[in-house]
């Protein structure tokens, strides 16, 4: 069998002002890296031709460690309705290279239904979070120069300060460390950490912004830390915002590349859902809905993870109206929480399918908690049986939801034609049908109780002592109003990794709460969710290789 890099070299590319010309953009208007990738401008964005246009969210049931395909398929599905003869942009996240080396591999699909140049897509790609990385780096060595160098005329307390670096890697070695060692010429030695790039507030601030001006104003407020007054001491106070601004220059346009079959796709932005918004930036979707008729997107795992951030938070702030909603299942992942090990998802067990489909439910269930009505994909694998295949099928009838099997991995657009018909006639159907969760302004506990029970289906929520003084203090600065980003565990409902299928009458426990008041939310930490993950005791790196006349091998 052709492995995802076998097929993606196989494929012939088109230059990228071919593409381009399909969204109806002028090569002059493009900032090419190379041949097959660019940069589109700002200024192509047209909010009132976005408005008009069909937006489409793929999400999922709760995933097993290696993922159920929801790239693939958002991909395969922008296939499928471009063969329908319906103009569409897929606009996905850029991978992390954490995940690339860690468990999960790339993330620019699979099989005949992937983002090209799949390589370069996975490894640095344009720069952008290199570019994140630098900007988020910058602000911590302002502010560890200010205490040294500046006689911390701002009164900044060095234990009090929030502000960590971040590495685009999986490095757990880096989340608590001591910084200055070395004597009264090498700073001020402190305790502070690394978090993974994709969970950086720079990160979540590009994929809220509208322009590079609103950005620059989103890295003003983000909060560094307190005076020894417990007074907030923000970006801004240390001239900070115009520089780390001025790196983003390019990282905050677009980047345009193509499917297998040649069509448009725009891929921008990279947070994590389980510790961050876990979607792409608010310009390129905008970006899409200007030049095409149908965008396709996704967001991180689940719906009650990348789902809810999507339509609570960015739709929210950059009113957005989605139209319909994927809901991406696997077969193996029904046994999963049907029960099954991990070691026996490939062998027949009609049995576990049946009993994983409470999982599903769920799923369905926090969809239309939206007023959205949602398409089920039977995202096929060679080893699914037809009977498994009928259980989910049957089960999704008798619930009168729409079911699919979609096999874009093995056929591409056609193998999506089934589900793009049924996607059109639910995006036609919803005008104005979308409604988020909460509103901005109910209380943090009213957000939070909103999400929990509803979305994990869990009894009430829990504070520490700690989790409940920060909330006094984010009233007290006027934070409280923020939406909620929760960082939770990927693999359950509820906050605890090991309560598989639909956990039931369990509370939800927030130990403590992180700010982005830059981005403009706020982070309640449920459970032992940490900020930065570490490599699997067999990482993707041990596989990938490259020769010497630069062609890489054991990336996927």
């Known amino acids: 069998m052709k492995t995802d890099l076998d097929i993606a070299r196989a494929a012939t590319m088109r230059p990228i002002t071919e593409i381009a010309a399909k969204l109806g953009v002028e090569e002059s208007d493009l900032y090419q890296y190379g041949k097959y990738i660019a940069k589109l401008p700002l200024k192509l964005i047209n909010d009132s031709v976005a408005r008009k246009k069909k937006l489409i969210l793929v999400t999922a049931i709760t995933p097993t460690p290696a993922g159920e395909g929801k790239t693939t398929t958002s991909i395969g599905l922008s296939e499928g309705l471009n063969l329908l003869g319906i103009k569409t942009t897929v606009v996905i996240r850029e991978p992390s290279l954490g995940p690339v080396f860690g468990i999960k591999g790339g993330a620019a699909g699979g099989g005949r239904a992937q983002v090209l140049p799949m390589e370069d897509i996975n490894l640095h790609f344009t720069g952008d979070l290199a570019a994140v990385e630098k900007t988020h780096n910058l602000l911590a060595a302002l502010v560890d120069n200010h205490l040294q160098s500046k006689n911390n005329s701002l009164n900044l307390d060095p234990r009090k300060i929030i502000w960590k670096r971040v590495i685009d890697m999986n490095e757990r070695a880096l989340r608590d460390i001591i910084i200055g060692l070395g004597g009264p010429k090498q700073g001020i030695p ?12 720079i990160m979540a601030a590009l994929c809220l912004a509208k322009d590079l001006n609103d950005l620059k104003e989103k890295f003003g407020k983000i909060l560094v830390g307190f005076t020894y007054d417990d ?8 001239k900070a915002e115009g520089a780390m601004a001025a790196l983003m220059k390019y990282a905050i346009m677009p980047n345009l590349v193509q499917t297998i079959e040649g069509n448009p796709a725009i891929v921008h932005g990279g947070p994590f859902a389980n510790i961050a918004q876990g979607t792409n930036t608010l310009i390129a979707t905008k970006m899409g809905l200007s030049l095409s008729d149908y ?25 957005l109206s989605p139209n319909a909603s994927v809901v991406v299942a696997t077969i193996r992942a029904l046994k999963y929480h049907g029960g099954a090990k991990l070691a026996t998802l490939k062998e027949p067990n009609p049995e576990a399918v049946s009993r994983g489909l409470e999982n599903l439910e769920k799923h369905i269930e926090n969809i239309k908690h939206f007023n959205l009505q949602p398409v089920v994909a039977i995202n096929k694998f060679y080893t699914d049986t037809d009977e498994e295949i009928e259980i989910v099928r049957a089960h999704c009838e008798q619930l009168g939801v729409k079911v699919a099997i979609y096999e874009g991995w093995e056929k591409g657009g056609k193998g999506a034609i089934e589900l793009a018909e049924m996607v059109r006639e639910a995006a036609e159907s919803c005008t104005t049908c979308f409604t988020p969760l909460y509103n901005f302004d109910s209380s943090i506990e009213e957000k939070l109780h909103t999400i929990a029970t509803k979305l994990y289906g869990a009894d009430h929520v829990e504070y ?18 923020l939406p909620v980003c929760v960082a939770k565990t990927q693999k359950s ?11 039931k009458d369990f509370t939800v426990k927030i130990r403590e709460f992180e700010v982005a008041a830059g981005a403009g939310f706020l982070i309640p930490i449920a459970g032992t969710i940490m900020r930065m993950p570490g490599l699997p005791s067999m990482p993707s790196a041990e596989k990938i290789d490259i020769d010497n006349d630069g062609n890489i091998s054991g990336l996927f």
Do not use: H, N
């Open 295 to 319: 965008v396709v997107t996704e967001a991180g795992f689940a719906s009650e993870l990348g789902a809810e951030k999507f339509l609570d938070i960015k739709c929210q702030y950059g009113g």
């Open 464 to 481: 520490t002592v700690k989790a409940r003084s920060q909330m006094v203090q984010f009233e007290k600065l006027g934070l409280d109003k």
């Open 493 to 503: 409902l509820s906050d605890d990794q090991y309560k598989l299928g639909r956990p």
């Open 190 to 201: 402190r305790q502070t950490g690394f978090d993974i790039t994709a969970a950086s507030e």
């Open 231 to 238: 007074e907030p001491v923000y970006a801004r106070d240390f």
